[in-house]
Nanobody, 126 residues
Framework: QVQLVESGGGLVQAGGSLRLSCAASGRTFSSYAMAWFRQAPGKERKFVAAISYSGRTTYYADSVKGRFTISRDNAKNTVYLQMSSLKLEDTAVYSC???????????????????WGQGTQVTVSS
């Protein structure tokens, strides 16, 4: 059974930083692309960032490019999201997801990921 467990969320002032972690189990982590999505209250889930199974390729939503960094440690079965220069509009529940197929490229399409974490709340205050 695949499990994804996020941590690291919290309350931070605008301009501050947070690092989210997502620990994976139940699948050969190093063979699968990973992604972060977020969902604000009353809004649809949106893509944030994705990383290839090797970690060599990353993709970002335009809204976070230059402020967020996705990375992974395959030895620890963990993917990270370093968030800097946080804005009020970054407030959301952040969830990690694992790609459905092995060795597939990362994608922004939610349906291409078959397991999701429970999410961690990030609240940015003024």
């Amino acid at each position: 059974q695949v499990q994804l467990v996020e941590s690291g969320g919290g309350l931070v002032q605008a301009g501050g930083s947070l690092r989210l972690s997502c620990a994976a189990s139940g699948r050969t982590f190093s063979s699968y692309a990973m992604a972060w999505f977020r969902q604000a209250p009353g809004k649809e889930r949106k893509f944030v960032a994705a990383i290839s199974y090797s970690g060599r390729t990353t993709y970002y939503a335009d809204s976070v490019k230059g402020r967020f960094t996705i990375s992974r440690d395959n030895a620890k079965n963990t993917v990270y999201l370093q968030m800097s220069s946080l804005k009020l509009e970054d407030t959301a529940v952040y969830s990690c997801a694992i790609r459905r197929s092995r060795y597939s490229n990362p994608t922004q399409v939610p349906n291409e990921y078959d397991y999701w974490g429970q999410g961690t709340q990030v609240t940015v205050s003024s």
